[in-house]
């Protein structure tokens, strides 16, 4: 079965320092892997998208991701955090195979906070 | 452009009354996704609309759920003799094309309470 883990619940972070969320999926083959962030009382938003070629991928906002094909990982990263970047992240992904089905499946989310 | 748009934006019902959520999805995309997210919890797909195709329904936990989406545009949820667990936000998605590398947008989500 596809499955999405991010491991840590909340994640906490001095301004000014860099930012890791982490993320690990269980799909047959190649997936395309997506982060979406969600701020309190709003819908989630598109940050960046893995569909292919290179590894590390560049998002909105100064947000980055690196995909990782032997450790099934797409670590959610930005050099240098900021106030502001607080909320909830969620790791998406969605398998390539055929079939009319268009869900993704999504992790249990990570709470980000940044702290001034 | 605008984005998808949802209503309400917020539902309390009684239990056992039925609901009606909306979602407009963006001009011209063709595919329409609902979710659900219970409290503390990521998404749940329910189901998945793309053009004339029959709609993937495999996410609907129970019949008393329903959905459908007119014209190609706008789509309705329903939710029939509502029940406590049923208490979550119910998040729209739309998407360009129905490939599966097609980023999906999100509404802002109506917030359902079942008393």
């Known amino acids: 079965a596809q499955s999405v883990a991010q491991p840590e619940d909340q994640v906490n972070v001095a301004e000014g320092n860099p930012l890791t969320v982490k993320c690990t999926y269980s799909?047959?083959?190649?997936?395309?892997l997506f982060w979406y962030v969600q701020y309190p009382n709003r819908g989630l938003q598109f940050l960046l998208k893995?569909?292919?070629?290179?590894?590390l991928v560049k998002g909105s906002y100064g947000f980055e991701a690196e995909f990782n094909k032997s450790q099934t990982s797409f670590h959610l990263k930005k050099p240098s955090a900021l106030v502001s970047d607080s909320a909830l992240y969620f790791c998406?992904?969605?398998?390539?195979?055929?079939?009319?089905?268009?869900?993704?499946?999504f992790g249990q989310g990570t709470t980000l906070q940044v702290k001034p | 452009g605008a984005g998808v748009s949802q209503s309400p934006s917020n539902k309390v019902t009684e239990k056992g009354k039925d609901v009606e959520l909306r979602c407009d999805p963006i001009?011209?995309?063709?595919?329409l996704y609902w979710y659900r997210q219970r409290l503390g919890q990521g998404l749940e797909f329910l189901i998945y609309?793309?053009?004339?195709?029959?709609?993937?329904k495999s996410g609907l936990p129970s019949d008393r759920f329903s959905a459908e989406r007119t014209g190609g545009s706008v789509s309705t949820l329903t939710i029939q003799r509502t029940q406590q667990e049923d208490s979550a936000v119910y998040l729209c998605?739309?998407?360009?094309?129905?490939?599966?590398?097609?980023?999906?947008?999100f509404g802002p989500g109506t917030r359902l309470l079942v008393l």
């Open positions: 609309f793309q053009g004339n195709s029959a709609p993937d």
């Open positions: 001009s011209g995309h063709t595919a």
């Open positions: 893995y569909i292919t070629g290179d590894n």
């Open positions: 998605a739309s998407s360009l094309e129905a490939e599966r590398r097609a980023t999906q947008y």
């Open positions: 998406a992904v969605r398998d390539r195979g055929s079939g009319n089905t268009g869900k993704l499946i």
């Open positions: 799909v047959s083959g190649n997936p395309y």
